[in-house]
C-alpha cells in the first residue's frame, strides 16, 4: 500500500515513551495493545499504571488489525499546513482488544458506517527512520 | 442530602469587556482578566481589592497570583486553577470558587476567563490536548473530536440534525436584542445554515463557537456579605463537577461516549443534592463548543430526550424566549453571543437570576449552567433567586 494518505508529522512515541511498543509493534507488522500481565485488563491509550489492579508497566499484547467502525468525521477545513483535504478518520473498536478504541485514516471510498467490519493495513514509513501507520479499510 | 453549598454561596456581581473579533483587542489578556474584575466588583459595589480569592480553568495564563498582584488586592487566600482541556474546568472553577467561601477559607473569590490570541496564539485553550494518537491521525483541534461525538450520536443514536440546527438558530435569534453580542444584526435562518460550509462532518461552520479576545468575570461571596451588598444575589443551590469511572482523558475510549460526560450518577446527584427537577429550571445556559455536544449536555441532565424524540423538544420554538418551554442560550451563547472559553454563558446565567438579560426570562427563580461538554471533566451548576433559597 502506498502512503497516498496525509500524514502529520506526529507518527512515533509520545515523548514519555510510553506507547513505543505500540510504534515498533507497527514496524514489525503488528498491532500491539496494551493489556495488564497481571488482571489481563485492556488500555488504551497507554498508562504507566493499570487503572484496575495498580500494576506498573503493564504489558503489551499483539491483535488482529480488525475491528468495526465506531464513529467517524471527515475533516474539509484545512488544519494541518500541509495535509490536503478532505480525510476522514475513523475510530476503530477492537472486540480483540476488550473493546479498546483506536484511531486512524479511513481508506475506503464511501462513508464509513458505524458498526461495520474494517481491516488495518500497514502503510509502510516513507524514510527509513520514519513511523508506519494503520490505515482502515472496509474488511 | 443537600449539598452544603446551598444558601451559603452567592454571585453578587458580574462584569465582562466587550467580545472583540480574536486576535484584535486593545488590550493584553492580563488588561482585560482586571478590566471585566473591576467591572465585576462594581457592579457589585465592593472594592475590587477586597477580592480574597481568584479561580479560572482550562490552561488560563492569567494566573491568580499575578492578577492579584496587579489589582493590588490587601490580601490573597485562595487561587485555585480547574484543570482538564476543553471547557470542562469551567463549572469546577465555579464549584470551588465557593467551596472556598464556604468553608471560610475565602470571602470573596473571583471567577474570570479572559484570552486574547494574539498574545497567546490560536486556540490556546486546545494547546497540548491532542497527543500523538490524536494528531497521528489527523485529529488536531477540538471541532473534530466533537464531530466524532456528534457523528455517533446522530447516526447510532438516531437524534435528528435538526437538534444541532434548532441550537444554533436559537442562539443567534437571541443575540439580535443582545447589543453585546458579536452577532447582533447579524440573524442566522435555517437556509444559511445549511448553506455553510463543513468544517468536520457532520459539524457546519455555524455549528461551532466563536473565538474572541476579552474577558469576563464574577465575584462569589457569604451568606452574610451577599446581605451587604448592592446587587440582587444569585444563590448556588448545587452542583457538580468531575467525572465517573469511564470517562476522563482517555483518547475517545469514554463511556458512555455519545454523552456529554455528565454521566447518570452525577446528574442525579446534581438534582438529589440541589432538592430541584428538571422540572424547576426556568432557564439554561449550555456551553456550545460545537451544537453536538451541547445537545448531548442537554440529553444528558433529562431536559430533552435521547434519541428521535430529541427532534421533538429541540425546536427554536421551544428554545427561545419569551414563549419556548425550554430557553437556552439567552445571550446567544459562545455561537452568537461571543466565546471567550465559556465565560460568556456563565455570566448569562448569573443575569437571568441577578437581572439585565438581554432575553429575561419571565419570573426566573432557577437558571442551570451546563459546562464544557465532552471534555475530560464536566459539571453542572445550578443558580436561584432568594425565593427558591
Known amino acids: 500500500m502506498s502512503a497516498t494518505y496525509p500524514r502529520f508529522g506526529a507518527e512515533g512515541p509520545?515523548?514519555?515513551?510510553l506507547d513505543a511498543p505500540y510504534w515498533d509493534g507497527l514496524r514489525a507488522g503488528e498491532l500491539r495493545i496494551q493489556r495488564c500481565g497481571q488482571c489481563a485488563r485492556w488500555i488504551w491509550t497507554a498508562e504507566p499504571l493499570c487503572p484496575d489492579c495498580h500494576t506498573f508497566d503493564p504489558g503489551w499484547e499483539a491483535v488482529e488489525p480488525t475491528g468495526v467502525v465506531y464513529t467517524w468525521t471527515r475533516t474539509h477545513r484545512q488544519f494541518h499546513p500541509h495535509a490536503a483535504v478532505p480525510y476522514t478518520t475513523v475510530l476503530v473498536e477492537l472486540p480483540q482488544a476488550g473493546?479498546?478504541?483506536?484511531?486512524?485514516?479511513?481508506?475506503?471510498?464511501d462513508d464509513p458506517v458505524i458498526g461495520a467490519a474494517v481491516r488495518g493495513q500497514f502503510?509502510?514509513?516513507a524514510e527509513a527512520d520514519g513511523w508506519p501507520l494503520l490505515r482502515w479499510s472496509p474488511a | 442530602m443537600t449539598l452544603a453549598l446551598r444558601g451559603s454561596v452567592a454571585v453578587v456581581g458580574a462584569g465582562q469587556t466587550p467580545y472583540y473579533k480574536r486576535g484584535e483587542s486593545p488590550r493584553s489578556t492580563k488588561a482585560l482578566v482586571l478590566e471585566a474584575l473591576i467591572e465585576a466588583a462594581r457592579d457589585a459595589g465592593i472594592d475590587p481589592r477586597e477580592i480574597d480569592g481568584f479561580a479560572s480553568w482550562g490552561d488560563d495564563p492569567s494566573e491568580g497570583t499575578h492578577v492579584a498582584t496587579t489589582l493590588g488586592v490587601h490580601e490573597l487566600r485562595?487561587?485555585?486553577l480547574a484543570w482538564g482541556g476543553g471547557g470542562g474546568g469551567q463549572v469546577p472553577a465555579i464549584l470551588q470558587a465557593a467551596a472556598a467561601i464556604a468553608t471560610g477559607q475565602a470571602s470573596c473569590?473571583?471567577?474570570?476567563?479572559?484570552?486574547?490570541q494574539a498574545e497567546e496564539g490560536r486556540m490556546p485553550y486546545a494547546k497540548g490536548h491532542f497527543p500523538h494518537h490524536y494528531a497521528a491521525h489527523g485529529i488536531l483541534t477540538p471541532v473534530q473530536v466533537c464531530a466524532m461525538r456528534t457523528q455517533r450520536m446522530?447516526?447510532?443514536d438516531k437524534v435528528p440534525a435538526s437538534a444541532l440546527e434548532a441550537l444554533a438558530l436559537a442562539g443567534y435569534h437571541h443575540a439580535q436584542t443582545n447589543p453585546r453580542a458579536v452577532a447582533y444584526g447579524r440573524p442566522l435562518d435555517a437556509e444559511a445554515y445549511r448553506a455553510s460550509r463543513l468544517i468536520a462532518e457532520p459539524l457546519r461552520l455555524y455549528d461551532c463557537s466563536r473565538e474572541n479576545d476579552g474577558a469576563g468575570a464574577i465575584i462569589l461571596t457569604s451568606a452574610e456579605r451577599a446581605r451587604h451588598t448592592r446587587g440582587k444575589p444569585a444563590w448556588i443551590l448545587g452542583g457538580v463537577q468531575g467525572f465517573v469511572r469511564g470517562w476522563g482523558e482517555l483518547t475517545e475510549n469514554q463511556d458512555p461516549y455519545t454523552s456529554a460526560g455528565?454521566?447518570?450518577s452525577m446528574v442525579e446527584r446534581l438534582w438529589r443534592e440541589s432538592g430541584l427537577t428538571p422540572a424547576d429550571v426556568d432557564v439554561t445556559q449550555v456551553y456550545e463548543n460545537f451544537t453536538g455536544p451541547a445537545v448531548a449536555s442537554l440529553i444528558d441532565v433529562g431536559l430533552v430526550p435521547p434519541g428521535p424524540a430529541a427532534g421533538d423538544v429541540m425546536t427554536v420554538q421551544n428554545l427561545t424566549v419569551p414563549g419556548g418551554r425550554l430557553p437556552v442560550n439567552t445571550a446567544g451563547g459562545n455561537l452568537a453571543d461571543g466565546f471567550v472559553h465559556g465565560i460568556g454563558v456563565v455570566l448569562e446565567a448569573v443575569r437571568q437570576i441577578r437581572g439585565d438579560s438581554p432575553n429575561p426570562v419571565p419570573g426566573a427563580q432557577v437558571s442551570l449552567l451546563l459546562g464544557g461538554p465532552a471534555a475530560p471533566q464536566v459539571g453542572a451548576v445550578l443558580f436561584g433567586s432568594d425565593a427558591v433559597v
Do not use: D, F, I, K
Open chain 2, 109 to 116: 473569590v473571583a471567577v474570570y476567563r479572559g484570552m486574547n
Open chain 2, 78 to 80: 485562595w487561587s485555585s
Open chain 2, 154 to 156: 446522530l447516526e447510532h
Open chain 2, 262 to 264: 455528565l454521566v447518570p
Open chain 1, 99 to 109: 473493546g479498546r478504541r483506536v484511531l486512524g485514516l479511513y481508506t475506503g471510498v
Open chain 1, 14 to 17: 509520545s515523548p514519555t515513551l
Open chain 1, 123 to 125: 502503510e509502510p514509513a
